[in-house]
């Protein structure tokens, strides 16, 4: 109605910037509540654990890219890879939560996949983010498609918005290139939550070709299908002129996250008539 913060916003010290001619504030607004719904630091002791393989592969990609590895607000570094999640791909993103007026929660899903920049000057002293690490590259294998931060990749967030505090927190999304035991990772997402009067939350945005239906009051999955491709789009509700209520997606692959495009068609799902 009025537009105020329903909570406490602070300012906070943040880095500074290395580029020169460059000023940046040294204070940013944090808001107190809610906590932060994604990962927003990393580090060097708390990049990806688990299998042998890809854990190793991704500290190697640290060390011989020398990267600089930090929190919210550090800026691009020049000459030099750097990261301050969420990033670009990270976050909510541009598709947005939903709130369901009767639990007063506010649900999305969330991504943690962070993208390396680097600031490196032109001829006509221009500063540029380039390089083979930078511009769409994500921090991960390419090759596999898995990131390199700490898991989960994916989560499914609730905030009861009457307190500020997160009422849960799902892992959302399986990596099935992984060895069984090692699948539970979370998955990024493109595309975000839609929830309906009856207290249902349906999410197909993890790039893992899941579509998904969980309880929103307690985030506990009900139903999954796996589909031809990843969804890339929010799923939208709708009444059918037999009076049903249907839940359609977009089922191509493709998106920020480089979800294989193996689809092209929109699928709809109802319950049966009788």
């Known amino acids: 109605v009025t537009g105020e ?3 406490d916003i602070e300012e906070r010290p943040v880095p500074g910037s290395d580029v020169p001619g460059e000023q940046a504030s040294p204070t ?6 809610p906590e932060p719904l994604t990962q927003n630091t990393i580090s060097r002791d708390n990049l990806y654990q688990g299998e042998p393989q890809h854990q190793a592969y991704c500290e190697r990609l640290v060390d011989d890219n020398n990267m600089k590895l930090g929190g919210p607000y550090m800026p691009i570094a020049p000459n030099q890879y750097s990261m ?3 990033g670009p791909a990270g976050g909510i993103n541009y598709w947005g939560p939903a709130y369901d007026p009767e639990l007063h929660l506010f649900v999305s899903n969330t991504t943690n996949l962070f993208q390396p920049m680097r600031l490196v000057q032109r001829t006509n002293g221009a500063w540029a983010n380039t390089g083979p690490l930078a511009g769409v590259r ?3 294998d390419p090759d596999r498609r898995l990131p390199c931060g700490p898991t989960p990749w994916g989560e499914l967030v609730a905030v009861d918005m009457s307190t500020g505090d997160v009422a849960y927190r799902k892992t959302l999304g399986v990596s099935d290139v992984l060895p069984a035991g090692l699948q539970d990772t979370g998955r990024p997402s493109t595309g975000g939550v839609v929830l309906t009067a009856s207290g249902l939350t349906f999410v197909g945005g993890a790039d893992d070709f899941r579509f998904r239906a969980f309880a929103t009051a ?5 139903w999954e299908i796996r589909l031809p491709s990843s969804i890339q789009a929010t799923p939208i509700t709708y009444l059918g002129a037999d009076g049903r209520q249907f839940v359609t997606v977009v ?3 493709g998106g920020l ?3 294989e495009v193996t689809n092209d068609e929109i699928i709809a799902f109802a319950l049966p008539r009788n």
């Open 218 to 222: 307690t985030g506990d999955q009900l």
């Open 138 to 140: 994500r921090f991960g």
């Open 5 to 7: 913060p329903l909570f």
């Open 84 to 86: 301050s999640p969420p």
């Open 251 to 253: 089922s191509t692959g």
């Open 257 to 259: 996250t480089g979800s």
């Open 28 to 33: 940013q607004p944090f808001p107190v509540k």
